[in-house]
């Protein structure tokens, strides 16, 4: 069948191979590195929680790299770093938060690179497989006209041959558009944890001055490390 088709679904078909060759692709890919965000994120806020200084955690945070926590908690570490120089309870949230924010933008963009692509791949294959088909049947039509002949049997095999190309097209649509709306959730996901942990690292910042601050009438007390008020608190 593939030998009697035309050039126009020849080319049909091609376009169709490379897209689903990008696709599956795609999806291999971000199989591997949401997996290891998650691993990654998992280990990462244990080992945050564990910790008694900011200082344990920055010196380690190369090691999550894959881990979109990672990355937040580097921002807003630079940024407590650049209040108090590492040491002592910050000065002001309002920084920290739109570190927080910044970070986790950028860490969900990372995660959703290239991703629409399959979003792409998925309302679009479908649309060039039918084309193929609707220029085979157009050829196979012509071809009846020119030959004069109106019977079934001359104008079923370029039929046939033509409605190759919207198979193909169904078969990289599917697990393309699959593979988006399950990425999406776990983009989702993603998004709420990220969220989540960046609120529990400015809550813990938040509760130093509390915890480190003298009652009325008692002496001042040294102020506390950041990662022993979260310490204490977890």
């Known amino acids: 069948m593939l030998t009697n088709s035309g ?11 490379v897209a689903s060759i990008y696709s599956w692709t ?9 997996s290891k965000a ?3 994120s998992r280990r990462f806020i244990r080992t945050f929680r564990k910790a008694t ?19 937040v908690f580097d921002e807003v570490y630079e940024a407590y770093k650049r209040q108090t120089g590492g040491y002592g309870p910050p000065r002001n949230l309002a920084p920290l938060e739109r570190s927080a924010q910044t970070a986790s933008s950028e860490a969900v963009t990372r995660l ?14 479908t649309f060039v497989g039918l ?13 009846l006209g020119t030959a004069g002949s109106a019977t079934l049997r001359a104008v079923a095999p370029g039929i046939s041959e033509a409605l190759i190309t919207t198979a193909a097209g169904i078969f990289v649509a599917v697990p393309a558009g699959v ?3 399950q990425f999406t959730a776990r983009l ?28 009325p009438g008692q002496p001042a007390q040294r102020a506390m490390n950041p990662m022993d008020a979260m310490g204490r608190e977890v």
């Open 7 to 17: 050039p126009v679904a020849l080319a049909v078909l091609a376009v169709l191979a």
């Open 26 to 34: 795609l999806i291999f890919g971000k199989m591997s590195s949401f």
């Open 38 to 40: 998650t691993k990654q």
């Open 53 to 71: 200084r900011l200082q344990e955690i920055a010196a380690i945070t190369a090691d999550y790299q894959p881990s979109p926590l990672a990355l």
């Open 112 to 125: 959703e690179q290239r991703l629409t692509w399959l979003a792409t791949i998925a309302s679009s294959a």
């Open 131 to 143: 084309f193929g088909t609707v220029m085979g049947i157009v050829d196979a039509f012509h071809g």
């Open 179 to 181: 593979a988006y709306n």
């Open 188 to 215: 989702r996901v993603f998004a709420s944890g990220i969220d989540d942990f960046a609120r529990e690292l400015l809550n813990s910042l938040e509760e130093i001055p509390q915890r480190g601050a003298a009652a």
